[in-house]
């Protein structure tokens, strides 16, 4: 370049071409300083909200786990009830010794008839017939024990008849049949 006609100026005039120069360059620098400086943090900003917003997602799915593993846990307790609530296959014995021992306690007696059941899927059906005889509140604490068996025992007929006694002073006896519904798995 030619800068000969600087050489002519007076001295203020050369002062002030250089601080107008000067003040270019500054600019010039400064935009494309500043311009850089703006666009990396306009980047690292993005970059940041993109972070912000994964952590957020992980922390759901953290939290979506650990609501899956608390309902999870209390499905498997419902589970076990579920599953104490059918009778054993080839329990059956014991069943019966079950319902003997109730009755045994309540002093009354009883015949049992366990009729063969619906094989189905997953569960089996038995119809179970109980001819029960003994005080009425004998019979009622009999039936207030089936009630608490774990195992489910669906009534589907239930028929309490009193039995006149020939001796006045005996107490009558009351007859009790039940007809219903045992599972099995």
Known sequence: ???KFLANLGIKQKIAVSI???IAVLFV???FFIF????????LRNEIISEKI???KKINREKNLSNLSIKLKKIESQSNKIENIFLKKNNELEFI??????????????NINLLPG?????VNKTIINLRVEGSYEDILNYIKDLELLKQYINIINLNISA???????????????????TFWK
């Open 20 to 22: 107008v120069v000067l």
């Open 1 to 3: 370049m030619n800068f």
């Open 163 to 181: 039995q006149d006694n020939k001796e006045p002073e005996e107490e009558n006896t009351v007859i009790l049949n039940i007809s219903a519904e």
């Open 54 to 56: 994964e952590v957020e």
């Open 118 to 122: 619906k094989d189905e899927k997953k």
């Open 97 to 110: 010794k079950t319902i003997e021992n109730i009755a045994s306690n309540n002093n009354v007696t009883q």
């Open 36 to 43: 850089n400086t703006i666009q990396d943090i306009k980047d």
């Open 29 to 31: 620098g400064l935009y």
